[in-house]
């Protein structure tokens, strides 16, 4: 599925600024967040990438209502391994 959006240009006496708006059913979709750094890879010019910096951190935000299980369960998967192993 695609999302169309429209290149705007805002043109000043000195300078130009382009921007894209990001379609909010999308940037959800990513799980995207406020201030998140990502950064554009020029494919060619027809194909632009948008590419995250830093991996997804999957560890629950204080206001969700996650079972104390699923929280460490999370966590397991989210950090490295460090040479320790769980008893089933």
Not at 28 to 36: F, G, S, Y
Not at 42 to 50: A, E, M, N, P
Not at 64 to 83: A, F, W
Request: aromatic share 6%; charged share 25%; net charge positive.
């Amino acid at each position: 599925m695609g999302f169309k959006t429209k290149i705007q240009l805002i043109q000043r006496a000195k300078s130009e600024q382009w921007y894209i708006n990001f379609p909010s059913a999308l940037a959800q979709t990513m799980e995207l967040d406020k201030a998140e750094i990502v950064e554009w890879v020029v494919q060619d010019k027809h194909c632009l990438i948008l590419k995250r910096i830093e991996a997804i951190s999957k560890v629950p935000k204080k206001t969700d209502q996650n079972s104390l299980i699923d929280c460490c369960d999370l966590l397991l998967v989210s950090c490295p391994k460090i040479g320790f192993q769980l008893n089933p």
